[in-house]
């Protein structure tokens, strides 16, 4: 693997077996005990391949379901693939759906502990980054009250803060950012600016312009298949081109 690349994803596929039939009570359960059993095969990720370098903001974009979030998920190490080879040069904090890695009866004050220790920090590192991580977040009136009683922006506020403001070379943000108000979003842009460059950022998004004014390269995937990969204003353009016809 080049020094220069971050993340190499070479003939990767993933495939999930989604069962025909739905057991929901235990009754059910003891009747269907020794009927075999069938499913139905959903090949979410196809022989995809595409590099990202290093300090690069890069995109992927794609309709719902065409295989994105289990792309990020997979880099993550939540899945893992069928076939195929990811090498990953540096360590990775993941932004990926809200209430991964925190507990909705602790507070956010230990959530932040507990999800940044998560992410490899010790707690030295967080005691130095705590204050900042509560600003970044808005959340100083807020930050001893149980996570159960915080809005889903205000969660996507604290699970934001912690992950940027870990001690990881690389960035996975889904769509889970737009769950986020607009001022916060603004803020989260902003902020990217600011560490252009100094960390790999992979980013999902609908918001194509923010695709376009962000993102160095794209990576376009269309029922597990990548479509088209490169310049950001020329597969984005395919990209939309393709989505206008066929909507």
Not at 86 to 102: D, R, V, Y
Not at 112 to 139: C, H, P, Q, R, W
Not at 143 to 170: T, W
Not at 229 to 244: A, I, P, R
Request: aromatic share 10%.
């Amino acid at each position: 693997m080049e020094k220069n690349i971050a993340i190499s994803v070479k003939n990767v596929s993933k495939t999930f077996k989604i069962p025909h039939e739905k057991v929901s009570s235990l009754r059910g359960m003891a009747v269907n005990i020794f009927k075999k059993k069938s499913f139905e095969e959903f090949k979410a990720l196809d022989d995809v391949s595409f590099e990202v370098k290093k300090g690069e903001f890069f995109g992927i974009v794609g309709k719902n379901g065409s295989g994105k979030s289990t792309l990020l998920k997979i880099l993550a190490g939540i899945y893992q693939t069928d076939g195929g080879k990811i090498e990953i040069n540096g360590m990775i904090s993941p932004f990926l759906e809200l209430g991964i890695g925190f507990n909705p009866e602790l507070s956010g004050r230990d959530n932040i502990y507990l999800n940044a220790i998560i992410l490899g920090m010790t707690k030295k590192e967080v005691d130095a980054k705590f204050s900042e991580i509560v600003k970044f977040a808005e959340l100083e009136r807020f930050v001893d009250q149980k996570l159960n009683r915080y809005s889903s922006g205000m969660q996507v506020r604290l699970a934001f803060s912690v992950a940027v403001h870990a001690n990881r070379e690389i960035l996975l943000l889904d769509e889970v950012l737009a769950v986020g108000d607009e001022a916060f979003q603004q803020k989260c842009y902003t902020y990217f600016k600011k560490i252009r460059r100094q960390k790999t950022i992979l980013f999902i998004s609908h918001d194509h312009e923010s695709i376009e004014k962000f993102c160095d390269r794209v990576v376009w995937i269309d029922g597990g298949v990548v479509r088209g990969y490169g310049e950001t204003s020329v597969v984005l353009k395919e990209y939309l081109q393709t989505s206008n016809t066929n909507g």
